[in-house]
């Protein structure tokens, strides 16, 4: 089911979504089309958060940006725009990963770009939302810290939890088109900072919701509050 219909795509933005009608056919677009683009070590203001129309444009993207173009893309072929961001508590970079339940079997995948291709997308073959966000845990280790000290055994598992599941249509109520806009969609990543997320592995006494506003120390948040929020798909 195609939903370009109300959208002002191009030609050729229509004929790649119309190519590109599989999760597998994205992910393989983007590892194979889309350079992934360190932006770290920029400058502020030459950091961006491109639209779908954008990174087709461009060619290029971080994991953010990739997510609002797996989302286009989907959303067109009928899946909601979700996505999900991934919460590090050391010198680790956090990752955005859009997710999604697969309409033909039930099972859970994501779609993402990353610099490092264990932190690419998943294929659809997760039997629960939790089991395909766990797969991503054993990827984060202090390696770069770790390593460097020659202390490999000392590595620990510095993935810390996940985001609310963030409905993009959301922002499309606000004005805010992350699919054909030229302006950087810096909202959305600044939201980031300010919604809930849930604990991987909550343990120690340590609440299962919180908040992580500067990316580093949580703030608990109680469960009354976190039911306002979705983890689920």
Request: one cysteine or more; hydrophobic letters at 35%.
């Amino acid at each position: 089911m195609n939903q370009t219909e109300n959208i002002s795509f191009t030609p050729e933005e229509k004929k790649v979504i119309a190519t590109l009608d599989t999760p597998r056919k994205i992910h393989e677009y983007l590892q194979t089309q889309i350079k992934y683009e360190k932006q770290d070590d920029m400058p502020q203001e030459q950091q961006t958060n491109r639209s779908f129309r954008r990174v087709l444009r461009d060619k290029k993207a971080h994991c953010l940006e990739a997510v609002f173009f797996s989302a286009a893309v989907m959303k067109a072929h009928g899946y909601l725009p979700l996505f999900v961001n991934l919460d590090i508590f050391s010198i680790d970079m956090p990752h955005n990963i859009y997710v999604f339940k697969d309409k033909y079997t039930g099972r859970y995948g994501s779609l993402a770009i990353s610099r490092d291709p264990m932190l690419w997308g998943r294929m659809p073959a997760y039997n629960t939302f939790d089991d395909l966000i766990d797969s991503y845990y054993y990827v984060y280790t202090e390696y770069m810290d770790i390593f460097a000290a020659g202390n490999p055994k000392d590595a620990r598992m510095t993935l810390r939890g996940h985001s609310a599941i963030i409905n993009l249509r959301d922002y499309e109520k606000k004005g805010i088109d992350w699919i054909l806009g030229e302006e950087n969609l810096d909202m959305i990543e600044d939201d980031l900072f300010k919604t809930v997320y849930r604990r991987l592995h909550s343990k120690n006494g340590l609440s299962k919701f919180y908040k992580s506003p500067n990316g580093l120390n949580a703030i608990k948040i109680n469960d009354k509050e976190a039911s306002k929020y979705r983890f689920n798909i």
